[in-house]
Structure formats: structure tokens, C-alpha cells
């Protein structure tokens, strides 16, 4: 935690970037997390560090992601600081993008299946957050965070993915 209150944040449970250009292709983000730090008390209690994007975060840059499969990643917010017996509480931290996370920047999709993130609030569903331009069809199964499906885009569906595991191929 930066001043030992407010709860540190997590950046990219799977990968981080800051600026700069970001490609990703024939990849697999799965089973990552990224967690909010708790939040302090020193007077009064504070709210838990955010968490921004379980599989990716991006920051200030491009990323172009091409044939990836980006699934089963969290990003939970930080718990609250102690209360005072109930006079005082704090918050969980914000949780966004528990697939991808973009801010001040763009995420670019081509032919991925972003599917089964999830975030804090009650671990609900939520693939992707921030600007998104797409440059093909993709399968986005959670709407919830997502500005602007394309109309190439299937959204709303459970592409039904199995855990990862070696099939002997």
C-alpha cells in the first residue's frame, strides 16, 4: 500500500503493460488473478485496493490480440479495513475487466473467445472493460463491461470450454 490506508492495486493478474504497443497472438490467458491489496486503519478504516483486468491489463498503449482464448481469470477487489465496531466502514475495492482491462488505450480483437472472467461483485461475469475495436468476429460470452458489441461479434453465448488439460495431442 502506497501510505498504509488505502489498499495497494493489482495491475494484470496474467500480463501488465504500460504504453507502448502489445501483440498478442495464438495465446492462452487462463486461471489468473489479480487481487486488491486489503485496505488500512489508522483513524478511520479504508477501502481495499482496486483490481484492474485478471487476465491483461493494458495502460496507455495498443494491444492487438489475434486467435487468443481468454478465460477463467478474476479480478477481485481488496477486502475493507477493519470497522470500528460498526461506526465506521470501508469498501471493497472496484474490480474491472476480469478477462481484459484496457484504460487509456485500446484493445484490439481478432477471432478470440473471451469467455468465464469474472469480477468481484459476487464474482459476476465480466470479459471485458475498456474501448475495444474489433478487426474480427469474436465470442464474447459477458455484455457487462463491454461498451459496444460489433456486428460480427457473438455475444452472450458460453462457448463451453473445458478446463486446460493435455488431451494427448
Avoid: K, M
Amino acid at each position: 500500500s502506497r501510505d498504509s490506508t488505502i489498499g495497494g492495486e493489482a495491475l494484470g493478474g496474467g500480463l501488465g503493460v504500460w504504453g507502448g504497443y502489445t501483440r498478442l497472438v495464438n495465446c492462452t490467458l487462463s486461471g489468473n488473478l489479480a487481487r486488491g491489496g486489503p485496505g488500512g486503519f489508522v483513524t478511520a478504516p479504508y477501502d481495499g485496493g482496486p483490481a484492474w483486468g485478471g487476465g491483461f491489463a493494458g495502460f496507455s498503449n495498443v494491444t492487438t490480440a489475434a486467435h487468443c482464448t481468454v478465460t477463467r481469470n478474476q479480478a477481485i477487489g481488496g477486502p475493507p479495513g477493519p470497522s470500528l465496531g460498526g461506526l465506521a466502514t470501508a469498501h471493497e475495492g472496484d474490480a474491472h475487466g476480469g478477462g481484459f482491462h484496457v484504460t487509456a488505450g485500446v484493445l484490439q480483437l481478432a477471432n478470440c473467445v473471451v469467455a468465464g472472467n469474472q469480477v468481484t461483485d459476487a464474482l459476476l461475469p465480466e470479459d471485458v472493460a475498456g474501448p475495444v475495436d474489433r478487426l474480427g468476429p469474436n465470442l464474447i460470452q459477458s455484455p457487462r463491461g463491454l461498451p459496444n458489441p460489433g456486428p460480427l461479434d457473438i455475444v452472450g453465448r458460453d462457448p463451453w470450454l473445458g478446463p486446460l488439460a493435455d488431451h494427448g495431442g
